[in-house]
């Protein structure tokens, strides 16, 4: 009874053997057959190859793996918080330090491409705590700077663009020109000049046209402060005429429409400047990142 229970646990165990090998070469040739489609450019097949993987193997590691390539194949289709949601799986996964890095980081990137900047400040700062070693990488530079930049947190963004400059292997005085530039860019002079929304609208109170100017919309503030004056004129004629009531509801109407109108418009002009100026700076400050990263 002895030997045919040793016989029995040296076929489990041959059996066993044999059926990990089988296993370890499906999933291979399943890997393949994805990355083929990738390849060829079928991200969508692609993905749901990567997930079929994910979910029916029972390697940890090949899961991860098969994770990552299938948030890849999300955002070369765009679907950046789908990939980001179906990444949240592995984050868990810190035995493979270097497939946990990469999920960290490709979660902040697609946070990055969904325009929640914070959030990708935030996971790059949980990157940095789990990979100190790691975090002065390129890659993690790049996107801190742009976070940064797109949050207008302008010394930050600075910090990080000089920083990625520092450690491009560049000629000198490549490095300085660089350097010079970065100066530029992020100096109290360059940056985007925001104009209060409240005072533009408080000066077109007090005195209408006025909010307009302040906005950068001198032309707008001198016809609105034009209407007015009209408005007010023709309300005065017809009360001269003594047509009071033909007075009181056009003449004041039209003044009325004009002014409050008037407010509301200075308002809209200076976020609507705001806006404009800021975007500018940030694709100039975006686009240099971009370079040096690049070099």
Same mark, same amino acid.
């Given at each position: 009874?002895?030997? *045919? ?17 089988? +296993?370890?070469?499906?999933?291979? #040739? #399943? ?5 083929? %489609? ?12 990567? $997930?079929?993987?994910?979910?029916? /193997?029972?390697?940890?590691? +090949? ?23 179906? @990444? ?10 270097? =497939?946990?890095?990469? +999920? ?28 100190? =070693?790691? &975090?002065? !990488?390129?890659? +993690? ?10 949050? &207008? ?11 990625? *400059?520092? *450690?491009? @292997?560049?000629? $000198? ?13 992020? /100096? ?7 104009? &209060? $929304? ?16 302040? !906005? ?5 503030? *001198?016809?609105?402060? /034009?209407?007015?004056?009209?408005? @007010? ?9 003594? %047509?009071?009531? &033909? ?49």
């Amino acid at each position: 009874m002895k030997w *045919i229970n040793v016989f029995c646990l040296i076929c489990m165990f041959l059996c066993a053997g044999s059926f990990h090998s089988s +296993v370890v070469a499906a999933e291979k #040739d #399943d890997f393949e057959y994805a990355e083929n %489609l990738f390849q060829d450019g079928n991200f969508f097949e692609a993905a749901i190859a990567f $997930e079929r993987i994910f979910f029916l /193997s029972g390697d940890s590691q +090949v899961r991860i793996k098969a994770n990552l390539r299938r948030a890849e194949a999300l955002k070369q289709q765009g679907k950046f918080r789908e990939a980001r949601m179906d @990444l949240q799986r592995s984050v868990h996964l810190r035995n493979f330090p270097d =497939e946990h890095f990469m +999920v960290l980081y490709q979660m902040a990137f697609c946070d990055y491409m969904l325009g929640n900047y914070t959030r990708v400040i935030s996971g790059l700062r949980q990157l940095e705590h789990f990979y100190p =070693e790691r &975090s002065n !990488a390129e890659k +993690v530079w790049l996107l801190y700077a742009l976070a940064h930049i797109m949050n &207008s947190e302008y010394e930050q963004a600075r910090a990080f663009t000089d920083s990625l *400059i520092a *450690i491009q @292997l560049v000629d $000198e005085n490549i490095a300085e020109e660089l350097k010079r530039e970065s100066q530029r860019i992020f /100096s109290t002079e360059n940056l985007p000049v925001v104009k &209060s $929304e409240n005072r533009a609208a408080n000066l077109s109170t007090f005195l209408p046209g006025v909010g307009h100017m302040y !906005a950068g919309y001198p032309g707008k503030g *001198i016809l609105n402060a /034009s209407s007015q004056v009209i408005a @007010l004129g023709l309300a005065g004629i017809m009360a001269y005429h003594q %047509l009071y009531i &033909s007075g009181f509801v056009i003449g004041l109407g039209m003044f009325q429409s004009f002014y409050f109108g008037g407010i509301r418009q200075a308002t809209f002009l200076a976020a609507q400047r705001n806006l404009k100026e800021t975007a500018n700076w940030k694709e100039q400050a975006r686009s240099f990142v971009i370079e040096v990263y690049e070099l």
